[in-house]
């Protein structure tokens, strides 16, 4: 079971990546950016253990 926050930081991060991904698609200038804040939300909430994997063999794509 999840806790709320973690619940809440994975809904804040799955509208984060579909607002990164419609600005990419409409070729704004503000979606590189937003990309990368992406990324680097999704590196640090990988390293403080918030997204892990039911596979193992899924943690070494995501440490790539």
Known sequence: ??????ILLRIG???LSLTS????????PKAGILEIIRCLVFV?????GY???QFSSLGYAYEV
């Open 1 to 6: 079971i999840l806790s709320q926050g973690t």
């Open 13 to 15: 991060f799955i509208i």
């Open 21 to 28: 991904f419609g600005l990419l698609m409409e070729n704004k």
């Open 44 to 48: 640090a909430m990988y390293k403080l």
């Open 51 to 53: 997204v892990r994997s």
